[in-house]
Each structure stands twice: as structure tokens, then as C-alpha cells.
């Protein structure tokens, strides 16, 4: 009999600042138990289905709390996995099943928008968390190695989800997201989006690297800024509670 391990795939659950009591699944961890093929490494479908199900059952019968089952990838995005949307449907129906009070989350740098699949499962999700950080196409496509074209079709693309909330790392160095023009650029392409809150953050301004943090001054601009042409809710969050900050 094959034992699944769960450790590689599943946190939790734990208290965290943003979700309270969380259960996470890292969809994006691989040389995990029973990996997908020789070069796919990251868990199987049914190997993140029948772990997360074993789980929820046996959390809701000992009457552990769960507020939030949130969804990450600790490596490779999350919207990257094969069967994102097979795992997401099937969480929403085991959350129903075991946790209906509980919400479902996603955090995700680089959606993978271009797959149909994905744009259906991102539906899935009560509170999906996406980057979306540029002001123009110069710097979306120097800070993400896309081509620009791109940042409209994923702006297109987040304005219908009802529930978007956005996530924004602000750097500067060998590219900056924080100018007068970007922050504008970028305002303009929120008012689209119409996010249900938007997240903020930053690493250590003392840092050094090519792209090292901005300061709390700049920070706080920017959330004037928001607060005047934005109707969601702006937090600033501390970049030791987010799961990735990829600069």
C-alpha cells in the first residue's frame, strides 16, 4: 500500500495575520511524494486531492477550527500546476462538504491567464490574491521578462473576476514601480480592475541588491495616492507576511 506523505503538500493548520486559522496546500512544491512524471515533479492531482480530503475529514470530525484553506506555490506558481483547476474544484466541494464557513484562497505572482483552464478555476476562489504591480509596459515586462502586450491582456482578463484582490511589491534600483508615472499608470489600470482590496508592500529599504525596497515615506504617498482615486480598502502589509516576494 502506497502511504501518502502530506508534509510537502499541506501546512497547517496554523495562525497566520492575514487568514487567521489557516490550512495551506502548496501546489507548487516539487520532487514531492508521487510527483506527476520524471519531468514534472510537482505532486499528482490525485495525490493533492486525497491528502486535502483526508485532512478536512479528519479536522471538522476533531473539531479543529478552519477560517481559511489558502492556496500557494512555494516554487512554481500555483495556476502552473496541470490540474490547478481539477484541485480547485475539487477543494471548493470538500470545503463545502467539511468547512463551508471556511474560505478558499489563492496566492498567485504569475497567473497563467493564457490557459483557459486556469481563468475558470480562478473563479473558484472566494478571495484570489494577484500580483499585479506595473504602470506601463517598460517596466511590467523588464520586471517579469513577458512581452508587454501582456500587461493588457492579463488587466482585461483580472477586471471579471468579482473578487479580485490585488497584491503590489513596490522596488526600486535597476527598475522602479514606485515613480510619479508608474503609480499612476498603475492607479489607472486598478480603476479597470475595480479590486475588492488592495494589499501593499515592500522588502528592506536597507537592503542592498539590484532591486531593494522603497521607503515608508514613499509607502505612505502611494497609499494616499490610492486613497484618493481607489474605493478598496489599502493595507500595507510587512514583507515577513507574505509568502513570496520575487523581485
Known amino acids: 500500500m502506497v502511504v501518502l506523505n502530506a508534509e510537502s503538500v499541506l501546512h497547517g493548520p496554523e ?3 492575514a487568514w487567521g486559522q489557516t490550512l495551506t496546500l502548496d501546489l507548487g512544491t516539487p520532487d514531492s511524494t508521487l510527483a506527476i512524471s520524471r519531468d514534472n515533479r510537482l505532486p499528482r492531482t490525485a495525490v493533492v486531492v486525497t491528502l486535502a480530503a483526508r485532512e478536512l475529514m479528519r479536522l471538522s470530525k476533531e473539531g479543529t477550527k478552519v477560517e481559511h484553506i489558502l492556496v500557494i506555490g512555494s516554487e512554481v506558481d500555483p495556476t502552473m ?40 478555476a480562478l473563479g473558484v476562489y472566494d478571495k484570489p490574491v494577484i500580483r499585479f504591480e506595473h504602470g506601463t509596459t517598460k517596466t511590467f515586462s523588464k520586471m517579469t521578462g513577458r512581452k508587454s502586450t501582456e500587461l493588457g491582456e492579463m488587466t482585461r482578463f483580472l477586471s471579471t473576476l468579482e473578487r479580485l484582490i490585488v497584491r503590489a511589491c513596490f522596488v526600486r534600483g535597476d527598475v522602479d514601480n514606485s515613480t510619479d508615472s508608474e503609480i499612476k499608470g498603475w492607479i489607472r489600470r486598478l480603476n479597470d480592475l475595480s479590486p475588492k482590496e488592495v494589499q501593499l508592500f515592500s522588502p528592506d529599504a536597507k537592503k542592498r541588491g539590484p532591486r531593494r525596497g522603497i521607503t515608508k515615506t514613499r509607502m505612505n504617498e502611494i497609499v494616499d495616492q490610492l486613497s484618493d482615486k481607489v474605493s478598496a480598502p489599502v493595507t500595507v502589509l510587512e514583507a515577513s507576511e507574505i509568502d513570496d516576494c520575487t523581485l
Not at 462538504?97 to 483557459?116: M, T, Y
Request: proline share 7%; glycine share 2%; hydrophobic share 35%.
Open 15 to 17: 495562525k497566520t495575520n
Open 81 to 120: 500546476h496541470p490540474g490547478f483547476r481539477e484541485i480547485s474544484e475539487n477543494l471548493r466541494a470538500l470545503r463545502q462538504k467539511w468547512f463551508p464557513r471556511a474560505k478558499l484562497v489563492l496566492i498567485s505572482n504569475e497567473p497563467s491567464i493564457d490557459s483557459a483552464e486556469v481563468r475558470i
